[in-house]
């Protein structure tokens, strides 16, 4: 991965605030050509500093009504990859961490009900290979969500 320099930054910081914001835009923002901009956010997707684009979806609206976080208990940390093969095929799970603490690992997943949740837990995450024991903390609301801040050297 190559450097992340000011004026990677500068685009980094604009396209946070609004993803669909013309690079002619951007361009002018930054003092630079269109093209410029193009050659730099390509590259950035190539170097993993971008990893997505697309839209957010409030799961609330589509069904979704409950998020939680589980935590995860392992028999033993060397069978987290195993595991995550096994949490990819949940389309429920939207999130998966290999984390210190209590738990070998936390998943975030957003379910209909309470109904969904208990197959989810009992049916499905329990009847995994490793898995010891999980532990379940309902989010009432979610009150902040943003990206990471990117710091200019204008700000």
């Known amino acids: 991965m190559e450097k992340v320099d000011k004026l990677d930054r500068k685009i980094l910081s604009i396209l946070s605030k609004n993803a669909r914001i013309a690079f002619k835009d951007v361009a002018e923002q930054c ?33 979704y009504g409950t998020c939680t976080y ?19 095929n949940i389309p429920e799970i939207v999130e998966c961490h290999f984390t210190t603490g209590p738990y070998t690992m936390m998943v975030k997943a957003y379910v209909r009900d309470n109904e969904q949740l208990m197959k989810l837990l009992n049916d499905t995450l329990q009847s995994i290979d490793g898995v010891v024991s999980t532990e379940t903390l309902i989010s009432l609301d979610q009150s902040i969500k943003r990206d990471v801040p990117i710091h200019t050297e204008d700000q």
């Open 31 to 63: 003092g630079v050509s269109r093209a410029a901009i193009h050659q730099r956010v390509e590259r950035l997707k190539e170097d993993g500093v971008i990893t997505g684009s697309g839209f957010s979806i409030n799961p609330k609206s589509i069904g």
């Open 70 to 88: 589980v935590g995860i208990s392992l028999e033993r940390g060397s069978m987290y990859k195993n595991v995550v093969k096994k949490l990819q």
